[in-house]
C-alpha cells in the first residue's frame, strides 16, 4: 500500500495564508494607512486597531528587548522546518492543511519581524454586554490560521485516536 504525498497540498494551504496574510498587512499599512488612523469601527463587535506587536502571538514575550525580534524570527523558522518534516509524514488532507496553515502563519509573522522589527497587528473583536466591555488581543491573519491550524491538528488527533480505539 502507497502512501499519498500531501506535501503539494500543505504547501498551497502555506503559500494561501502567507499571501491572505502579507496583502491584508500592505492594504493596512499602505492603503488603509492604519499607523495614522489608528482604528477604524467596521462593525459593532469588531475593529481594525494598528498594533505593532514586538511578542509573539497575543503580545506574549514582548518584554524581551531590542534582540527580542531575532530570538523570536530564529524560534519560528525552526518551528517551520519541523513542520516541514511534519509535512512529508502527513498522513490525511487535514493534517497537511493545517501544518501548511501554521507554516505560512509563521512566515508571515518572520516576514513582519525582518522587515519593521514588530509584526503588523490589526483585527481586533470585542463585545460590550452589561457586566462589562470584553476586548480580545489585537492580531492578524497569520496569527488566525496559526490558531485554526493547531485547533484542526489537535481535533484530527482526538478524532483518529478514537477511531482507532472503537472496539471492532
Known amino acids: 500500500m ?25 492594504w493596512v499599512l499602505h492603503g488603509l ?12 463587535v469588531l475593529n481594525l486597531t494598528m498594533v505593532w506587536n514586538r511578542g509573539v502571538t497575543f503580545g506574549m514575550l514582548n518584554g524581551l528587548g531590542n534582540w527580542g525580534h531575532s530570538v523570536l524570527t530564529g524560534i519560528a523558522l525552526c518551528v ?9 509524514r502527513a498522513e490525511n488532507t487535514l493534517t497537511a492543511v493545517a501544518i501548511g496553515a501554521i507554516a505560512g502563519g509563521a512566515i508571515g509573522n518572520v516576514i513582519d519581524r ?10 481586533q473583536a470585542h463585545v460590550n454586554t452589561p457586566w462589562g466591555d470584553f476586548s480580545w488581543y489585537v492580531f492578524n491573519v497569520a496569527d488566525a490560521a496559526i490558531v485554526c491550524g493547531v485547533a484542526a491538528l489537535l481535533f484530527d488527533s482526538w478524532f483518529s485516536k478514537r477511531r482507532q480505539v472503537r472496539p471492532a
Do not use: C, E, H
Open 114 to 123: 525582518i522587515r519593521y522589527g514588530a509584526v503588523v497587528d490589526f483585527i
Open 2 to 26: 502507497t502512501r499519498r504525498n500531501f506535501i503539494p497540498l500543505g504547501l498551497m494551504a502555506g503559500l494561501i495564508v502567507l499571501a491572505a496574510d502579507q496583502l491584508s498587512k500592505w
Open 80 to 88: 517551520v522546518v519541523a513542520l516541514g518534516f511534519w509535512l512529508r
Open 33 to 44: 494607512d492604519l499607523p495614522d488612523v489608528r482604528q477604524v469601527v467596521l462593525l459593532p
